[in-house]
């Protein structure tokens, strides 16, 4: 079975995107650690010309398991909300709160995939995949297995000596997910992820995001230019508008539950309508 | 494959060519240089050629400098004692400034508290140039070679130390953003993703350390050191020798080329295929 994996030099179709899917041994059930609270939260910033609200007012909340794409004009703060969240920026107003507590800090709870990868360039992919569960003093011969295990859900084993460098974006993205999965995270915050790739890779990697996660388990909170992406991968949509340059500050405009079930087709009549009306509230504020 | 090995052999020919420029242009430069000796040239700031040895001269001393042989005099034979002292001199000043620059320069890069602390002490100490050191080095540490390299760790500690403030500054905020939230500590950020991060503008400092670690040499070896390749010009020059000054200036040459080649290879053996050196 797993010699059949015939990932070809480079690239992947969806069937191999399917069978690396279907290599994933670790399935893990939602828990409460994936619960995501957002109440009142706002991030105020001092500037020379006095304090500007990047964001305020943001309530969300998130169940265990659930995939929450954030959609908004740029600079609508939607970026700052996944950051606060991850521990990178500090909230200056309402209440962060993820598995039912406090964030304080970034935390291997909380996997964080950037768009620009962020892989440590001097370590091989087998390398960087490590770094996590070393980081949680899983003992190394563990720490390779596991490594091992989801360099192989990514579908890059023959890859696992190469450098970052030596890769294709969409690998090194690959990579990137590897790495936090193997951290086991009941959260994962994705911050325009494929917003660097070319289109084909795009939807290859939309395709495989969708069934890694179920697998995984883990909470997603997906922040993305493209609508389409959104709708085809989220529960829910949130709807951000404002932002500093508009003298509002970024605020959530609307949440929009994706009834679609599990196989979504970019092209039915159902998918545009959703996909209509998120654009709408998006570009009409 | 005749595809990749006709690349290969493309790349080994431009190699060899440019070897080859680079090698000619050696030669130009010697063959200016016999002519200009014999023709008594006098050149920009009114330098006498008339006054230099010619090169084959040069390479016959050199040669005796060397293995001895030719002249049979108390310089026969000597380069490797010489070239040994000083490259002892060298390499524990760069050891030393490296030693203390390196750890010093993260600190520095990453903390905005010790940056402000020594920040000033290290911009009025850096301009005073290690010849202004000389005569209170010797009243303080005295002749030898102890005063040698101080100076060597002198002029060597502040390029390592100012690139690799520079380095760790320029650590992308994302590699530790990433390291932070695979739960790296704030110390393993520092160690294991700043660090080798900052490892090619680090082996820049370096690099450029060690070679002014050579240029010092012959200003710490003038005094009252009769072993070291800066010694044997400084001597030659109160006899007038001015074919063994240049003998002496061609070796330390040769010295601080190779030990950057050794710097950059051993480097490059240590990291193996881990892109951490520039070229």
């Given at each position: 079975m797993r010699g059949d994996q015939a990932v070809t030099a480079g690239t992947t179709t969806r069937a191999a995107a399917a069978g690396a899917a279907g290599t994933t041994r670790r399935t893990r059930e939602p828990d409460e650690g994936g619960r995501i609270v957002l109440r009142g939260v706002g991030k105020q910033y001092a500037t020379r010309r006095g304090p500007v609200d990047a964001v305020a007012g943001v309530d969300l909340e998130v169940t265990p398991g659930e995939f929450v794409a954030v959609v908004g004009a740029s600079g609508c703060g939607k970026s700052t909300v996944l950051r606060i969240l991850a521990g990178f920026e500090q909230h200056t107003s309402g209440v962060v709160e993820v598995g039912g507590g406090p964030v304080r800090g970034p935390g291997p709870d909380r996997g964080v995939v950037f768009q620009d990868y962020g892989l440590f360039p001097w370590l091989t992919v087998a390398e960087n995949v490590r770094w996590g569960p070393r980081q949680q003093r899983v003992s190394r011969a563990r720490a390779r297995a596991r490594a091992a295990e989801y360099i192989e859900v990514v579908g890059l084993t023959r890859f696992a000596d190469r450098y970052p460098g030596e890769l294709s974006g969409g690998m090194q993205q690959r990579v990137a997910i590897a790495r936090v999965l193997a951290n086991d995270p009941a959260v994962l915050l994705m911050d325009e992820?494929?917003?660097?790739?070319?289109a084909l890779t795009r939807t290859t990697m939309q395709h495989e995001l969708g069934r890694l996660r179920a697998a995984s388990g883990a909470t997603v909170l997906f922040v993305t230019h493209s609508i389409e992406e959104a709708v085809y991968l989220a529960d829910r949509v949130v709807v951000m508008a404002g932002g500093a340059s508009h003298g509002v500050p970024g605020h959530i405009a609307e949440v929009v539950p994706v009834e679609l079930g599990p196989e979504r087709d970019v092209n039915a009549p159902d998918f545009n309508a959703v996909e209509k009306r998120i654009a709408a509230l998006v570009h009409g504020g | 494959m005749s595809a990749t090995a006709s690349l290969r052999a493309r790349r080994v020919g431009r190699r060899a060519g440019h070897a080859a420029l680079g090698v000619g242009f050696i030669a130009l430069l010697l063959l200016l240089w016999d002519l200009g000796v014999r023709g008594e040239w006098v050149l920009l700031f009114d330098i006498k050629m008339g006054f230099l040895p010619p090169p084959v001269e040069v390479a016959r001393l050199m040669w005796d400098f060397a293995f001895g042989g030719v002249y049979d005099d108390a310089y026969s034979g000597t380069l490797w004692s010489h070239l040994g002292a000083s490259a002892f001199r060298v390499l524990a000043g760069f050891a030393l400034a490296a030693a203390l620059a390196i750890p010093i320069g993260v600190l520095m890069g990453r903390s905005e508290l010790v940056r402000a602390t020594l920040d000033p002490a290290v911009n009025l100490f850096r301009p005073i140039p290690a010849t202004a050191w000389v005569p209170l080095v010797l009243l303080i540490i005295g002749f030898g070679s102890q005063a040698t390299i101080f100076l060597i760790v002198l002029s060597a500690f502040f390029p390592i130390l100012l690139n690799t403030i520079t380095a760790t500054r320029e650590v992308s905020p994302r590699l530790v953003e990433a390291a932070r939230m695979l739960g790296t500590t704030r110390l393993g950020v520092l160690l294991k993703v700043v660090v080798p991060a900052a490892t090619p503008g680090i082996v820049s400092g370096l690099r450029i350390g060690l070679g002014l670690g050579w240029v010092i040499l012959v200003l710490g070896e003038a005094n009252g050191i009769d072993t070291g390749l800066g010694s044997m010009i400084m001597i030659a020059r109160e006899q007038v020798r001015t074919d063994r000054v240049v003998v002496g200036m061609i070796v330390i040459g040769i010295a601080g080329y190779l030990s950057d080649r050794v710097l950059v290879l051993g480097l490059k053996g240590l990291f193996g295929r881990r892109p951490l050196v520039r070229a």
């Open positions: 992820p494929f917003g660097a790739l070319d | -």
